[in-house]
Nanobody
Framework: QVELVESGGGLVQTGDSLRLSCAAS????????MGWFRQGPGKEREFVAQ????????YYADSVKGRFTISRDNAKNTVYLQMNSLKPEDTAVYYC???????????????WGQGTQVTVSS
């Protein structure tokens, strides 16, 4: 049984930083592309960042490029999202997702976490 568990969300102020974690179990972690997505109030779920199994294919949404950093620790089966210079528009539920190889997107992810709330106050 595959499980993805996010943690690290919270309420912060504009300009603050947060680090999200996603612990995976029940899958061969290194064979999965891991991604972070978010869904803001009244918005559709959107791509934030992805990372391939060997730290390859790292990509970011334009809205977070230069502020967010995705990384993974394959020994711990964990993927991270370091978020700096947070803005109110970053407020959303952040989801971790996994896809067996290749590019990850909302419509092709194999597994999803339950999400963690990030709220950025102005």
């Amino acid at each position: 049984q595959v499980e993805l568990v996010e943690s690290g969300g919270g309420l912060v102020q504009t300009g603050d930083s947060l680090r999200l974690s996603c612990a995976a179990s029940g899958l061969t972690f290194t064979t999965y592309t891991m991604g972070w997505f978010r869904q803001g109030p009244g918005k559709e779920r959107e791509f934030v960042a992805q990372i391939g199994g060997s730290d390859t294919f790292i990509y970011y949404a334009d809205s977070v490029k230069g502020r967010f950093t995705i990384s993974r620790d394959n020994a711990k089966n964990t993927v991270y999202l370091q978020m700096n210079s947070l803005k109110p528009e970053d407020t959303a539920v952040y989801y971790c997702a996994a896809k067996r190889g290749g590019w990850i997107a909302v419509k092709n992810s194999d597994y999803w976490g339950q999400g963690t709330q990030v709220t950025v106050s102005s």
